[in-house]
């Protein structure tokens, strides 16, 4: 019995001896946005090609910007033929939009485009358009011709889907997959702010992710009102106040209330949700958009059961020029 246990121990030597000190360090962009990524491998690869490969693929799937990519090939009802990246993104979605009760929704695109990117057309659009749309969202049909192979989709004219809700996140949980295959167990993982830590640096230390203040407009420098330690944990966080509009001195941010049609207007600035996958902490974090601050902390209430949703961080308006935060007792633990 014992020659195991020793065999492990060697092995395990083995490999604390080879981890390197410095992590391999690389940045690059996809989906519109940055990467930032750090990792110790024992074997020091260099991964920039398999990373770049695997965002590149992912983007033919769900990426809005890519004209021939899978979503953009439904909205144009071409009725391609879905593959299972897709469908776990739609299946994930249509989950999260039950259980969020319709504050999160991928069927979002066409009023999305409505508004324009960063909400350029806002003020040509009319509420006969909005409430079109949303009839169609609300009445309209989105469902597998067939659900035992969810090889086609059945989408009313009118409904478009955007997945960019998600599709960050699920993007950083694929680079994390990819880490775990290789045997790399320490990474840390950054696309456009969307973060997900694994292990710890070779000193034993967690990895420390900062959480941005609000910042006076989309073009001031960026400011970290809090850190967190995360380990094993993924952190996204959803805000209006890099990318909103204002008007009359009220911040509009780019989520839409699926409810409603119309870009969210409350007092809160940004959310970040800490849980064990990054694409379900992208999906609470723009649902708690919708929601606002006080449905928000009902809704964590409501749900002890679920430890995705417990640690979350709000900053909000306080109307008088400034802004305040609130930290569930679950993310005050995390902060460093
Ligand atoms: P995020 O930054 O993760 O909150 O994602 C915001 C993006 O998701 C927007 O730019 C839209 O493309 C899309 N979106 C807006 N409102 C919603 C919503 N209520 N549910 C799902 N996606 C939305
Ligand atoms: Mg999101």
Not at 301 to 313: G, S, Y
Request: aromatic share 10%.
């Amino acid at each position: 019995m014992k020659t195991p246990t020793l065999l492990a121990l060697t092995l395990l030597l083995t490999v604390a001896c080879t981890r390197p000190n410095q992590p391999t360090r690389l940045q690059g962009e996809a989906q519109g946005t940055y990467y930032n990524i750090a990792y110790f491998d024992p074997q020091h690869r260099n991964l920039r090609p398999q990373i770049d490969s695997l965002l590149h693929s992912f983007d033919t799937v769900a990426s809005l910007w890519v004209e021939n990519s899978l979503i953009r090939q439904v909205n144009r009802q071409e009725q391609p033929q879905l593959n299972s990246t897709f469908t776990d993104l739609l299946d994930k979605s249509l989950a999260i939009e039950q259980y969020t009760q319709g504050a999160f929704n991928c069927k979002i695109g066409a009023l999305v485009n409505l508004y324009g990117f960063g909400f350029k057309n806002r003020d040509d659009v009319t509420d006969t358009q909005i409430d079109s749309l949303l009839h169609i969202l609300q009445q309209g049909q989105c469902h597998y011709q067939d659900s035992s192979t969810k090889d086609r989709l059945i989408l009313s004219e009118g409904i478009e889907l955007d997945f960019n809700a998600i599709a960050q996140g699920y993007a950083v949980d694929l680079l994390a997959d990819m880490f775990d295959q290789k045997g790399i167990h320490n990474y840390l993982i950054d696309v456009g702010g969307e973060v997900t830590a694994k292990g710890c640096k070779p000193d034993g230390s967690s990895w420390t992710v900062g959480i941005e203040r609000p910042a006076e407009d989309k073009y001031s420098q960026q400011e970290i009102e809090t850190a967190i330690q995360l380990n094993n944990r993924s952190v996204v966080t959803s805000g209006s106040y890099r990318k909103y509009y204002e008007q009359d001195g009220v911040r509009y941010s780019h989520t839409i209330d699926p409810a409603t049609g119309r870009p969210v207007n409350h007092s809160l600035l940004s959310v970040s949700v800490v849980s064990r996958k990054a694409w379900y902490a992208d999906a609470l974090a723009t649902a708690f958009m919708v929601m606002g601050l006080d449905k928000s902390l009902q809704f964590i209430k409501l749900h002890p059961e679920n430890p995705d949703i417990q640690a979350v961080f709000f900053i909000y308006d306080d109307h008088q020029g400034s802004y305040k935060t609130y930290a569930t007792p679950e993310f005050n633990i995390l902060i460093k």
